[in-house]
């Protein structure tokens, strides 16, 4: 008995850590039709490597700032900057790896066999 509310309480977790990244990322965007493949390309163009970019958004979401948006001036003027993001440390680490890991191109790379 004990083994099966262990078990229920880690895929609860596990299907809540997924919802966290529609609800909390992904349900905004949509709501303003931002593309995220657009905002992942913006900063793969900067910043190249996961490491990087993973250092960069994770920056500019807990303290958000003109200097260090992505974004040109137009948007920035239509849409304002997001508000600081207020999550722990850990979880917005994940929520951005599950962003770079859901929209990485590199990963959409098809080699041809031979």
Do not use: W
Request: aromatic letters at 8%; proline letters at 4%; hydrophobic letters at 40%.
């Amino acid at each position: 008995m004990v083994k099966i509310i262990y078990l229920l309480a880690i895929v609860s977790t596990l299907s809540n850590a997924s919802q966290s990244f529609e609800d909390t990322c992904i349900q905004c965007h949509q709501d303003q039709e931002i593309p995220n493949e657009v905002i992942y390309k913006r900063y793969l163009l900067k910043y190249s490597s996961d490491t990087n970019i993973r250092e960069a958004m994770v920056n500019y979401l807990k303290n958000p700032m003109a200097e260090r948006t992505i974004m040109p001036a137009q948007f920035i003027t239509i849409f304002g900057l997001k508000e600081a993001c207020t999550l722990s440390d850990e979880k917005l680490n994940q929520l951005v790896d599950e962003f770079i890991n859901k929209y990485d191109i590199k990963r959409k790379i098809v080699l041809p066999q031979k």
